[in-house]
């Protein structure tokens, strides 16, 4: 048989022309079929709530579970979610939740309350592991319970009085208990399909297979392929599903320069960020693309305080005071990030503190020398560590010049990969030390609770009973204004310590197709996506 | 054949032991661990982790544990995607890697091959002179380079082709042709350089002066003998190829294996890095087993070879 070459040739150009280009892209496809293509920038590690600690594994969560309450989109209020309505004891210690009897799980079961309860014990039982278990140490007897000083969960303060009825009692009053119910790691699970699976502190269980799943979100798991595809469609079962107009939703773990490449090409409606190199391009092109929202985290320096010279809080006030956090913002950075002069993002749980320092070079030079460093002189040279990013490798040229220019200090830059990076921080091995910090739940308490003495995620060497004493008298304030008060006092000696050296505040940067609608700003990036539709442009 | 092949079979088997024994101990020895993260785990917390994982115990243990459940057919679960075991993860992403590196193996046999046959063919000449060159720039243009131009070109400016995906056959194109470019740039200097030399052969000038057909005497007799360094070269290209790259599957979203391999080690996913790593090493054994086969086939003195 001969082989006819022109045949062929037209043959493959008509393949290729047939099969080029989608005639009809995804965000097309979205508005007719109302599925939303969402670009979560990494592939989620999991999407079980007891497990799950980034924001990554949230946004895919947030679709496949609900708690005993939600947060309105729009208004940013604490909402019914499984609980249709509740009550809190005089002294503000138990909580009485009543649940919707129309929740279900997505394979039709009704959602109980000892389903709440079975999640709690999960979560805190020490086989687990679950990374936030601490999240749920406001509940009386949990901290007891997980750091295994009893193997009695019925110790806890948890209990379902009946089917529809859930009962918690708490340690000390917790004014911001409710918008800690949002968190993953109050969310109910599925009690038979975790058994059915292994033990229920079974971390390898494959109940979170697309064949295994079940949840009591407003969609459920339709199928998952690793660096490809999750995708969910609506729950049938779920107790508000008239309410979702969604039918559908594709989670595509698009890495950051591709995900933005994506979304010009109508490939997705929403993206998990945006690079910095292009941010000037969409407010100049393309202003209603992109959405610049404040976010609860703050950017910052950790002194080790055990290091002499840094061990002086003249100091660390000398050197916070010598960087000009607007410069660093604005020509740097670029990407709205606000100025940080205290350590607590602005407005975070109706807390505000006015700024406790500023830029003054003067004031800087004055303390050096007073710290027996006129003009820099006899400082030794110190090194500043951060994990390898071009972006955190910028501001520490900057910040490394603007020392030398004002104080007339050396330090030396020192980059680690990673988890390296997390070893050293670990280890205390280092002198200054990159950090950021995002808060779990909006309260001032998730900021600055990290200085507190014997919390882990503090690795200053820094340490006072008076903050402490502060720290300790908020948490057991009933009265709001008194609360704050003690957050206020706290906040300002730390500032005046100066241990971690706030730099600026960080800001969410994502690109949002103009068809999709019901996307509300929150500043932990709660976007209940009962409230998203998608409309014909 | 079967005798080369049970022989090589059971030299496999000291190397792949020590390549287990290598990688198992140099990510021991990496700095950081699988359930290290930036907010801390509490030390309590962390205990009953690594006690679940037998992270735990000496080393000689964690070892002897690792090759039991290996010669069991086990590769252990992923520590970073909790409720994946790592055969799922290499079963449900190779098959991907292995397509696209097919494609991009035929791109660079298509587009290298032809070029290196011609520039022999026209040692000297200007088409020699203008594809050697052009075979340099696919050598020196790295796959981060040309992947994003050959967007800007057929999927940007042209709108002919998807940005990203895996979906739709064109997806393949783009991925394929930026993978393969690099490699036929390699084939075409490496098949020019042993056509020439065949060329100058006592039986080639023979074949000739014997009124042998042009085509019959390239195609038969010389570009065979020819072929033999190229498909030296072959088999571990065709072993990388398969195997999967980390930056062409990040700028084309591909859903391949070459990113559980890199990003495994950054998040010191031991059991992940660990078994691609082992699937990576009975890859590259089988495919030099298969050249050597092939070589002999072509050319049966290169048994004793």
């Known amino acids: ?537 | 054949m079967l005798s080369i092949s049970l022989r090589r079979i059971v030299q496999a088997i000291p190397t792949l032991c020590f390549i287990a024994t290598a990688t198992f101990l140099l990510l021991r020895l990496a700095p950081g661990g699988p359930f290290d993260q930036e907010k801390a785990l509490a030390p309590e917390v962390k205990a009953q982790v690594e006690a679940f994982y037998g992270l735990d115990q000496p080393l000689w243990q964690q070892y002897l544990h690792y090759l039991g459940n290996l010669l069991q057919g086990e590769l252990g679960p992923s520590y970073k995607y909790a409720g994946w075991q790592v055969e799922r993860i290499i079963g449900q992403s190779f098959p991907v890697s292995l397509e696209l590196g097919c494609w991009a193996f035929l791109v660079a046999l298509a587009i290298g091959l032809p070029i290196g046959i011609a520039a022999a063919l026209k040692n000297g000449r200007i088409l020699d002179q203008l594809l050697m060159p052009t075979s340099a720039l696919g050598i020196c243009l790295p796959p981060f380079v040309l992947g994003p131009v050959l967007l800007l070109i057929f999927s940007s400016a042209c709108g002919w082709l998807n940005p990203l995906g895996w979906h739709s056959a064109s997806d393949r194109i783009l991925p394929a042709l930026t993978m393969g470019t690099f490699y036929a740039a390699f084939i075409a200097r490496l098949m020019r350089a042993s056509l020439l030399e065949v060329l100058q052969q006592n039986y080639i000038t023979s074949a000739r002066a014997k009124g042998l057909n042009p085509a019959r005497v390239i195609g038969l007799h010389a570009v065979r003998n020819a072929l033999h360094p190229v498909l030296a070269y072959l088999g571990p290209t065709l072993a990388g190829l398969i195997t999967g790259s980390f930056v062409i599957e990040s700028i084309f979203f591909v859903p391949g294996l070459g990113q559980f391999f890199v990003q495994a080690a950054f998040n010191r996913d031991y059991t992940l890095v660990m078994g691609t790593v082992l699937f990576y090493a009975v890859l590259i054994l089988c495919f030099n087993l298969l050249v050597d086969l092939i070589q002999i086939w072509l050319n049966p003195r290169s048994r004793d070879a």
């Not at chain 1, 309350?113 to 805190?124: G, P």
């Not at chain 1, 704050?484 to 050296?501: H, K, N, V």
């Open chain 1, 1 to 537: 048989m001969r082989f006819h070459l022109r045949e062929f040739v037209t043959a493959l150009l008509w393949l290729t022309c047939t099969s080029c280009s989608e005639f009809e892209t995804n965000v097309e496809r979205g508005a007719r079929t109302q599925t939303l293509y969402y670009g979560l920038g990494t592939e989620p590690a999991t999407i079980d709530p007891h497990l799950a600690t980034g924001l990554t594994e949230f946004n895919v969560m947030l679709a496949l579970f609900e708690g005993l309450v939600n947060i309105d989109a729009k208004t940013g209020t604490i909402v019914p979610g499984v609980a249709t309505s509740w009550q809190q004891s005089k002294n503000g210690l138990r909580y009485t939740f009543h649940l919707n009897p129309a929740a279900r799980w997505s394979n039709g079961d009704p959602v109980r309350a000892e389903d709440f309860c079975f999640a709690y014990q999960r979560i805190l039982s020490p086989q687990l592991g679950a990374p936030y278990a601490y999240m749920l140490y406001p509940i009386r007897g949990a901290k007891a319970f997980h750091t295994g000083k009893t193997n009695q969960f019925h110790t806890v303060g948890v209990q379902a009085i009946n089917a529809q009825t859930l009962e918690i009692e708490l340690e000390q009053a917790t004014p911001y208990f409710l918008s800690l119910l949002t968190h993953n790691t109050w969310w109910p699970v599925h009690p038979q399909t975790i058994l059915a699976h292994g033990r229920s502190t079974d971390r390898l269980a494959p109940w979170t297979q697309p064949e295994n799943f079940v949840g009591n979100g407003p969609f459920r798991l339709q199928a998952w392929r690793l660096k490809h595809r999750l995708s969910v469609d609506k729950n049938p079962y779920y107790h508000g599903r008239d309410s979702v107009k969604l039918n559908g939703i594709h989670f595509l773990p698009i890495e950051q320069n591709a995900e933005e490449r994506a979304f010009r090409a109508d490939y997705l409606h929403l993206t998990s960020s945006v690079p910095i190199h292009r941010i000037d391009w969409y407010r100049k092109h393309l202003p209603d693309h992109m959405r610049t929202e404040p976010a609860l985290g703050v950017y910052y320096y950790v002194f080790n305080t055990a290091k002499p010279p840094l061990d002086d809080p003249r100091v660390r006030r000398a050197l916070a005071y010598a960087i000009d956090r607007e410069a660093l913002t604005q020509h740097i950075l670029k990407a709205g990030q606000v100025p940080a002069y205290h350590f607590t993002p602005p407005n975070t749980g109706a807390y505000s503190i006015a700024a406790q320092f500023q830029y003054d070079p003067e004031r800087a030079r004055r303390l050096l020398a007073e710290a027996g460093y006129p003009q820099g002189q006899g400082f030794p040279e110190f090194e500043l560590t951060y994990n390898t990013s071009e972006a955190h490798r910028t501001l520490a040229v900057a910040i490394q010049q603007m020392w030398h220019k004002e104080l007339g200090i050396q330090i030396r830059l020192y980059n680690q990969e990673w988890k390296a990076y997390l070893a050293t921080r670990q280890a205390k091995d280092f002198e200054l030390l990159r950090a950021a910090w995002f808060g779990d739940y909006n309260d001032p308490y998730t900021f600055l609770s990290l200085a507190e003495s014997d919390n882990g995620n503090n690795p200053s060497n820094w340490s006072d009973p008076r903050y402490d004493q502060w720290m300790d008298l908020a948490a057991k304030t009933l009265d709001p204004a008194e609360r704050l008060s003690y957050f206020q006092r706290a906040e300002s000696y730390l500032m005046e310590e100066m241990p971690f050296m706030p730099l600026y505040f960080y800001v969410t940067n994502r690109l949002i197709h103009p068809s999709l609608e019901g996307w509300y700003p929150h500043i932990l990036d709660y976007h209940p996506y009962q409230s998203l539709s998608i409309k014909q442009l």
